[in-house]
């Protein structure tokens, strides 16, 4: 059991007590052969993230039901991270007032990131959680890219390698791949890999 899952576990109880506290609603592990995407939208494929202290390996991703009832639940904002052994590398914010469970990962919803460049201004050819998908070609998701140019010149911020790609930047052993660029935004030359997702909520409660 790592640090980071033992402090998700803890912040979840924290959360239900107080409100505008970060409450983790999914947990997803890199290379274990589950996709994010199907996972995010589908609570059988997953763990029920409050019964993470009984959970061994990073076999499935983890899930809360509050992701099912994402307006019911007043959800204001949300926080995406990604981790690379316990320490976070990536985070971004979204306001996700009057949004649902899919559409507040976009440009307009962005507020805050990590990425020095990224904004709600800047041009972008992908930017949102359905990303880029070509069936047996590209498994692109939670994708945030910025332009394509024949694989070895494509840009972006952010993404989630779910299957074999036809770009070599995007050829794994193993899926899914947690992706992101650093100072530079080619995905050749500039990108890095996390191995946690975690995506938190801000509820108003009542």
């Known amino acids: 059991m790592t640090k980071l899952l033992l402090f998700l576990c803890v912040l979840s109880f924290v959360s239900t007590v107080h409100s505008k506290v970060w409450f983790p609603v999914f947990v997803a592990f890199e290379k274990n052969g589950q996709s994010v995407y199907d996972s995010w939208r589908t609570p059988s494929m997953c763990n029920e993230l409050l019964a993470i202290l009984k959970t061994t390996g990073r076999g499935k991703h983890l899930r809360n039901h509050v992701i099912d009832h994402w307006t019911e639940m007043n959800v204001n904002m949300v926080k995406v991270e990604l981790y690379q052994k316990n ?10 007032k009057n949004s649902n469970n ?34 047996n070609h590209v498994t692109r998701r939670f994708f945030i890219n910025e332009k394509y140019d024949s694989c070895p010149g494509d840009s972006g911020w952010f993404c989630i390698e779910e299957k074999h790609d036809v770009c070599k930047w995007g050829q794994f052993s193993r899926y899914p791949v ?22 938190s909520v801000s509820m108003d409660l009542k």
């Open 178 to 199: 947690f992706m992101y660029t650093k100072q530079g935004r080619n995905w050749t030359t500039d990108a890095s890999t996390a191995d946690t997702l975690v995506i």
């Open 87 to 96: 320490a976070q590398v990536v985070w971004m914010t979204f306001n996700a």
């Open 102 to 135: 899919l559409n507040w990962f976009s440009k307009k919803n962005l507020y805050r990131s990590s990425f020095w460049d990224l904004s709600r201004w800047r041009t972008t050819n992908f930017f949102s959680a359905e990303g880029h998908f070509i069936e």
